[in-house]
C-alpha cells in the first residue's frame, strides 16, 4: 500500500490485534483493536429506572432529565435543499455525483452527532448506576404512528439502550 498520511489521536496501547480500514464518503478510516487489561468501572449499588420519551430523551427515576438535541429536525431545512439540489441534476453527470456526495456528507454528520451524544449520555449513566432498567418499547410498531415517527427515529433510543449495555 505504501506511505499513508494520518492524523494521529493516541498513542495505540497493547498489543495490536486487528486493522479495519474503512472508506466512507470518499474519506478513508483505520480502526485499531488492541488487547489491554481493563481498569473496573468503581462498584454502585444504585439502581435506576429509564423512560425512553420524545420529549426528553431519558427520565431516570432519580427524575434526571436527559434532553433530546433534535439533530435532524434542526438540519431538516439543509437536508431539503440539498435533496432537491440532487433531483435537479441530470444522472450520470459530474455535477450530480458532486451533490451526491455533499447529500451524504451531510447525513453523516447528523448520524454522527447522535451517536456522540448517545455515548456521552450512556458513559454518564454507567458511570452513576450499577443496576439500569430501561422501558420496554416497540418502536417499530411506534415509527408507524406517521406523527410522531421522525420525532422518535430522532431520538435514537436503540442507541442509546444499545451504546449503555
Same mark, same amino acid.
Given at each position: 500500500m505504501g506511505e499513508v498520511k494520518m492524523k494521529h489521536h493516541r498513542q495505540p496501547q497493547g498489543k495490536i490485534k486487528t486493522c479495519t480500514v474503512m472508506v466512507k464518503?470518499?474519506?478513508?478510516?483505520?480502526?485499531?483493536?488492541?488487547?489491554? *487489561? =481493563?481498569?473496573? !468501572?468503581? #462498584?454502585?449499588? /444504585?439502581?435506576?429506572g429509564i423512560d425512553l420519551g420524545v420529549k426528553h430523551l431519558a427520565i431516570t427515576s432519580d427524575e434526571d432529565f436527559y434532553e433530546q438535541p433534535k439533530f435532524l429536525r434542526e438540519s431538516e431545512r439543509t437536508l431539503h435543499r440539498k435533496q432537491r439540489s440532487v433531483s435537479r441534476k441530470k444522472k450520470g453527470s459530474i455535477r450530480r455525483?458532486?451533490?451526491?456526495? *455533499? =447529500?451524504?456528507? !451531510?447525513? #453523516?454528520?447528523? /448520524?454522527?452527532?447522535?451517536?456522540?451524544y448517545a455515548h456521552k449520555v450512556s458513559k454518564k449513566l454507567v458511570r452513576g448506576y450499577g443496576l439500569i432498567a430501561?422501558?420496554?418499547l416497540n418502536?417499530?410498531?411506534m415509527v408507524k404512528n406517521h406523527h410522531f415517527a421522525k420525532s422518535i427515529v430522532d431520538a435514537s433510543w436503540h442507541q442509546l439502550v444499545q451504546y449503555t449495555t
Open positions: 464518503n470518499g474519506k478513508y478510516c483505520a480502526s485499531l483493536s488492541c488487547e489491554v *487489561e =481493563l481498569n473496573s !468501572l468503581p #462498584e454502585s449499588n /444504585a439502581t435506576v455525483r458532486k451533490a451526491v456526495r *455533499e =447529500l451524504a456528507r !451531510l447525513h #453523516e454528520h447528523i /448520524a454522527n452527532q447522535s451517536r456522540d430501561f422501558e420496554h418502536v417499530q410498531g
